[in-house]
C-alpha cells in the first residue's frame, strides 16, 4: 500500500493510520517522505519512505505503480490549498487510475478499502502471494 498526505491533511491520515494499525502492520507499506516519518515515529510503522512529495516522492511511487508493485494507494490530497508540484500530483492519480487499483482520496473512503472483505483475501497466511484486491469469483 502507498499512503499519501498533505501537509493539511497529515492529521487526519495520522488518526486514520492509527485506527487501522493492526491491518496495516500486515502489508508492506510506502509513502512519501514527511507522510511516512510521520506514521513511522507516532505509530511505529515500518514504512518504505520516499523523498517529500514536492521533491519527488509523488513520482517515485507512481514508478512504483506503474511497475505493479502497489495494491492501493491512500491519497489524502489537499482540495483547499494549491500544490507547487500539482502536475505530480496529477500524474500520480493517473498512473493510480490507470492501472487499475483502489485510490482512496478521503478517511470515509479509506475506511471503506481497508475494512473491505476482499482485502482480507490479503491477510491470508495461505496466500502470502494474493493481490490486496483479489478478482471477484467469476
Ligand atoms: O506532497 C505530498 C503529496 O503530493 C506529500 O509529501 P510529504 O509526505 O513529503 O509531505
Known amino acids: 500500500m502507498a499512503l499519501v498526505a498533505h501537509d493539511?491533511?497529515?492529521?487526519?491520515?495520522?488518526?486514520?493510520?492509527?485506527?487501522?494499525?493492526?491491518?496495516?502492520?500486515?502489508?508492506?507499506?510506502?509513502?512519501?517522505?514527511t507522510t511516512g516519518g510521520i506514521l513511522a515515529d507516532e505509530l511505529d510503522l515500518e514504512i518504505i519512505r520516499f523523498r517529500s512529495g514536492?521533491?519527488?516522492?509523488?513520482?517515485?511511487?507512481?514508478?512504483r505503480i506503474a511497475e505493479g508493485d502497489v495494491d492501493l494507494l491512500v491519497f489524502f490530497w489537499d482540495p483547499l490549498s494549491p500544490q507547487p508540484h500539482e502536475p505530480d500530483v496529477r500524474a500520480l492519480l493517473r498512473?493510480?487510475?490507470?492501472?487499475?487499483?483502489?485510490?482512496?482520496?478521503?478517511?470515509?473512503?479509506?475506511?471503506f478499502v481497508?475494512?473491505?472483505?476482499?482485502?482480507?483475501?490479503?491477510?491470508?497466511?495461505?496466500?502470502?502471494?494474493?493481490?490486496?484486491?483479489?478478482?471477484?469469483?467469476?
Not at 97 to 110: K, M
Open 8 to 33: 493539511r491533511c497529515k492529521p487526519e491520515m495520522l488518526a486514520w493510520a492509527r485506527t487501522h494499525r493492526e491491518t496495516l502492520t500486515r502489508h508492506r507499506l510506502y509513502a512519501t517522505g
Open 54 to 63: 514536492p521533491l519527488g516522492g509523488d513520482q517515485q511511487i507512481g514508478s
Open 95 to 111: 498512473l493510480a487510475v490507470l492501472a487499475d487499483i483502489p485510490v482512496a482520496c478521503n478517511r470515509a473512503t479509506a475506511d
Open 114 to 138: 481497508i475494512t473491505s472483505p476482499l482485502l482480507a483475501v490479503a491477510d491470508d497466511p495461505d496466500r502470502p502471494e494474493s493481490p490486496v484486491f483479489a478478482p471477484l469469483a467469476a
